[in-house]
């Protein structure tokens, strides 16, 4: 176990190693194969550096195009990175992939949740606690459960736009057209 968490602690890159995002995705690997997580603390990762993992998890994801792990760690870079389009994408495919997934539902029910489009994340956030395997992942979604409905009991979602505005519209070009014909006949 004490060699295990040295290798560990060893396997993040020297910052050196990330010098530019044309490196070598090698110099990414840990021991065991598969990029370095550097969403532990994302304030600690540099912008040129979330590109080289971006892109050695692209490189993974086309050397295993089967393997959700990858495409929601993959969704997760680029969430970290402000790239939402993408991150949404990665974290789809990894759900049609493995639709059974706990962690991949969860991280895509997370980032409905982070936009604020909170009636889906809820449902989203119901799914993978359904999904989940054991107390702790319950206790995640749970969590999240709560704060989503926190945050819809305040008010705090995005408003959904599903009734017509053809009635306000057209109130108020006919204000328009009173206040004009006002005016006018002054």
Not at 25 to 37: D, H, R, S, Y
Not at 53 to 64: F, G, N, P, T
Not at 80 to 104: C, G, Q
């Amino acid at each position: 176990m004490e060699n295990f968490m040295e290798t560990t602690t060893t396997a993040r890159p020297p910052r050196t190693a990330v010098a530019h995002a044309s490196m070598n995705v090698e110099a990414l690997k840990t021991p065991w194969g598969l990029p370095p997580l550097p969403w532990r603390d994302p304030h600690t990762v540099s912008p040129v550096e979330l590109k080289g993992y971006i892109q050695a998890l692209e490189d993974e994801c086309l050397d295993h195009p089967r393997s959700a792990e990858l495409r929601v760690c993959l969704g997760m870079a680029y969430a970290m990175s402000y790239d939402v389009h993408k991150s949404m994408d990665a974290l789809e495919v990894a759900r049609e992939l493995e639709p059974e997934n706990f962690f991949a539902q969860m991280k895509y029910s997370e980032l409905l949740y982070r936009l604020r489009i909170l009636i889906r994340a809820e449902a989203e956030t119901i799914r993978a606690a359904n999904l989940a395997m054991n107390p702790w992942e319950l206790s995640v979604a749970r969590k999240q459960l709560l704060e989503i409905r926190r945050l819809m009991r305040e008010g705090t979602q995005k408003p959904t736009w599903d009734k017509p505005l053809t009635a306000p519209a057209l109130m108020l070009l006919s204000l328009f057209a009173v206040i004009f014909l006002v005016m006018y006949l002054k």
